[in-house]
């Protein structure tokens, strides 16, 4: 399984990619208005501080959200860096594009997922990466894993290689559920990430490790 984060922190990014278990990042324009990112040549130079920082997987989103505009906007974006992925929200034009950007060889991530139905148009049009929105449709008392399951059975019942970039993770149960479903993808929060190393029992039995081993070294000293 990938692991995106899901930040256009810089601080996070290097904290995760420090950890050595990171596969790229997602940002979006809230994220990046999250930072005080704004105005072309300033996106510009974050993705750019962004690509500089990670192995691969860099999502950069369009603000387009007409054919024509996605398409310069996209291939902008996509010749900043190899590294970059255009993702362009789920919309007809948006399939459109994804279909332009597939031809050419451009890597999507099709964003805003919150049907199967919608996966499956992205799939066809040969997005890379589609990005069912989990967090948000459980707030909405809606089922976000059930998506991620039936994602996995269409993609996995035609043979597409479009990978499942499970998105809106709101901490480590997430992931892990995901795990299960075969998501290929999660991106998620730095905490959702560091929860996964969290377990009482991990803390407790560290803990008296280190009191034995502080225990039997002062008794060989008594010797
Ligand atoms: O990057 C897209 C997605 O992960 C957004 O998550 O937490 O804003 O629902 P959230």
Redesign the pocket.
């Known amino acids: 399984m990938k692991f995106f984060i ?1 930040t256009a922190n810089l601080d996070q990014i290097k904290e995760a990619q420090d950890l050595g278990i990171l596969d790229g990042v ?1 940002t ?1 324009p ?2 990046m208005a999250k930072e005080g990112i704004s105005g072309e040549d300033k996106v510009i130079a974050h993705y750019k501080a962004i690509c500089d920082i990670v192995d691969d997987n860099v999502s950069a989103e369009v603000i387009a959200v007409t054919y024509d505009e996605i398409i310069k906007e996209g291939e902008a974006l996509a010749a900043l860096d190899a590294k970059i992925v255009v993702k362009v929200p789920m919309i007809k034009d948006g399939i459109k594009a994804i279909k332009y950007f597939s031809s050419k060889g451009i890597k999507t991530n099709c ?1 805003l997922i919150f049907s199967a139905g919608q996966a499956l148009l992205a799939a066809k049009a040969g997005a890379t990466y589609v ?1 069912p ?1 989990l ?2 449709l459980d707030d909405i008392g809606s089922e976000g894993l059930t998506l991620v399951e039936d994602i996995r059975t269409i993609f996995d019942n035609y043979g597409y290689p479009t990978q499942i970039l499970a ?2 993770i709101r901490g480590p149960l997430h992931i892990i559920a995901c795990a299960k479903l075969g998501a290929d993808v999660m ?1 998620g929060p730095l905490t959702a990430i560091l929860g996964l190393l969290k377990h009482p029992l991990t803390d407790s039995g560290l803990a008296t490790f280190l009191a034995d081993h502080k225990k039997a070294a002062a008794s060989i000293t008594q010797q």
């Open positions: 899901d997602t979006n809230s994220l964003t990005s929105f967090g948000r998105a809106s991106t």
